[in-house]
């Protein structure tokens, strides 16, 4: 096993667009690093560089302690898993999952017993004999894995290995991978846009934008301490509520944050960040599920620093939860609230935030301040 280290790694098409600018990273020696972000923001490209698909434009990656620019990828020690499976169609399941190994002239015992025992691992004995296409899209995804397990790499590199199952599949296959990792304790990095994958199977999560990573942090730290207004709008379902505002002084003490429609209270834990910033443009932003229903009792008592009005536009009963679409003044608020929720269109609805769990961003910077 080993880690693998990206320091200051570049990645130019030519010579005008940077699909990775300067990142950053180091994935330890056993650990599950998700690379997370939208379309086009360069964690696909990052992972091609780390397999020797890609050439690095300027930076060193290593694996272990090589230093592996230079290296071809069969010399990387590294198995790929692909979102497309590349399976042989007129190859059984074994021969799919044999094929590297009698490239690289390992022995047919050899081969037998690494075929038969990542089979077992996978469940996958019985099929064996099939061809890819007498099997599921959850099968065919299991012979692609397999063929990682067998070559017994230093890393296992997986980009978007779950996207083309369905819904319900991908959550099995997703527990299946991480029950995986588990057992073999192969450092591994997975390349996904599904921030629900990100966040439930990654030991850290690395989250990218243009090139750039934002943030690498587990994932509970990712989604209660975002470090910017694009990582607290990219991680969580449903999204962060924004609303632009300024910050002033309260005439009793402590500070408002003035977003024009309503005022809310800084939370006092935090108001010893609050001195350079008052008087300008801030973001102040709560999580869906970090709002309650004002009418009820709640966790959070309904005081006047912490409640706003609202008029109820669509209500989604979802069972035990309700998704609550209002608008407080001209601006849209999702809210998350008890399934027993009642509200009809156009009704005014309190809602108390908890401001414990409250964001604050500098609207320059799109910086975190708390």
Do not use: W
Request: aromatic share 6%.
């Amino acid at each position: 096993m080993a880690s693998v280290t990206l320091s200051n790694l570049f990645k130019r098409f030519d010579n005008t667009v940077v699909a990775v600018n300067d990142v950053n990273l180091t994935i330890n020696d056993k650990e599950f690093m998700v690379l997370v972000g939208p379309s086009g923001c360069g964690k696909t490209t990052t992972m091609r560089m780390i397999a020797g698909l890609e050439e690095v434009s300027e930076g060193d990656i290593h694996i272990g302690d090589r230093r592996v620019n230079d290296l071809s990828p069969k010399d990387r020690d590294i198995a790929m898993v692909f979102q497309n499976y590349a399976l042989y169609p007129h190859m059984n399941v074994y021969d799919n999952m044999a094929f590297g190994l009698k490239i690289r002239k390992v022995p047919k015992e050899e081969i037998r017993r690494r075929v038969e025992e990542a089979a077992k691992l996978l469940g996958i004995t019985e099929y064996l004999q099939r061809k890819p296409k007498a099997l599921s899209g959850g099968q065919r995804q299991r012979v692609a894995v397999g063929r990682a397990i067998v070559r017994e790499p230093q890393v296992f590199l997986m980009d978007e290995p779950l996207s083309n199952l369905d819904a319900q599949l991908r959550v099995q296959t997703r527990a299946e991978l991480i029950k995986l990792h588990r057992r073999l304790g192969i450092t591994t990095i997975y390349v996904t846009h599904d921030q629900v994958e990100a966040m439930t199977m990654g030991d850290r999560i690395a989250v990218m934008k243009g090139g750039i990573m934002q943030q690498c942090d587990t994932p509970m730290e990712v989604y209660n301490h975002p470090a910017n207004i694009f990582v607290a709008s990219f991680i969580g379902t449903p999204a962060m509520n924004f609303f632009p505002a300024s910050l002033r002084k309260a005439d009793g003490g402590g500070y408002l944050i003035d977003a024009a429609d309503f005022s809310v209270a800084v939370p006092v834990e935090q108001e010893s960040k609050m001195k350079d910033f008052v008087g300008k443009d801030v973001t102040f932003g709560i999580r869906p599920t970090d709002i309650c229903d004002g009418t009820q009792k709640n966790p959070i008592e309904s005081v006047p620093g912490n409640t706003v009005k609202s008029v109820v536009e669509v209500v989604e009963h979802m069972g035990d939860k309700v998704t609550l679409y209002a608008t407080i003044g001209s601006r849209q608020i999702i809210a998350v609230l008890d399934g027993d929720y009642k509200a009809n269109e156009d009704q005014q609805a309190p809602l108390v935030f908890d401001l414990a769990k409250s964001h604050l961003f500098d609207a320059e910077s799109q910086k975190a301040i708390y």
